[in-house]
């Protein structure tokens, strides 16, 4: 039906029609390249997971107004910036970084929720910081 670049060119998006059920789907092509390595805090070397990095932001969203396309306009954004940097291996901290980057732009609330969860917040103080510091850069 329908056929179009996505903003950063990284994916064709495609409407496609079920010809006996009628239905339509949207599928996403996204061009092969070199497989990125995630390496742990322990040292552990992990292939990157686009799919896991869905569902961190999913989490992170969950029960919020957040749409499905803004979350995948930032997974998108995520992983254009990794392969930009033609590297093979990049840390988790770097991936958790710019996580925390879109969320900090998405949701604030999945913000602070990631951040707990990344930064393993111990206290009540350490949410308040976090809080003090989105209403400062407001």
Same mark, same amino acid.
């Given at each position: 039906?329908? +056929?179009?670049?996505?903003?950063?060119?990284? !994916?064709?998006?495609?409407?496609?029609?079920?010809?006996?059920?009628?239905?339509?789907?949207?599928?996403? !092509? #996204?061009?092969?390249?070199?497989? /990125?390595?995630?390496?742990?805090?322990?040292?552990?070397?992990?292939?990157?997971?686009?799919?896991?990095?869905?569902?961190?932001?999913?989490?992170?969203?969950?029960?919020?107004?957040?749409?499905?396309? =803004?979350?995948? %306009?930032?997974?998108?954004?995520?992983?254009? *910036?990794? #392969?930009?940097?033609?590297?093979?291996?990049? %840390? +988790?901290?770097?991936?958790?970084?710019?996580?925390?980057?879109?969320?900090? =732009? /998405?949701?604030?609330? &999945?913000?602070?929720?990631? &951040? +707990?969860?990344?930064?393993?917040? #111990?206290?009540?103080? *350490?949410? !308040?910081?976090?809080?003090? /510091? /989105? =209403? *400062?850069?407001?």
């Amino acid at each position: 039906m329908d +056929s179009r670049e996505t903003t950063d060119l990284a !994916e064709t998006r495609r409407r496609r029609e079920c010809l006996d059920c009628n239905k339509r789907f949207t599928t996403y !092509e #996204r061009m092969d390249s070199v497989d /990125l390595a995630v390496i742990k805090k322990d040292g552990r070397r992990e292939a990157f997971d686009r799919e896991k990095l869905m569902r961190g932001f999913f989490k992170a969203c969950e029960k919020r107004p957040v749409a499905r396309e =803004k979350i995948e %306009s930032c997974v998108a954004a995520i992983e254009g *910036q990794l #392969r930009k940097t033609d590297r093979a291996e990049i %840390s +988790s901290r770097k991936v958790g970084e710019l996580v925390m980057g879109q969320l900090k =732009k /998405l949701d604030h609330v &999945a913000y602070v929720r990631f &951040a +707990s969860v990344y930064r393993s917040f #111990r206290d009540i103080a *350490q949410f !308040e910081k976090e809080i003090k /510091l /989105l =209403k *400062q850069n407001k």
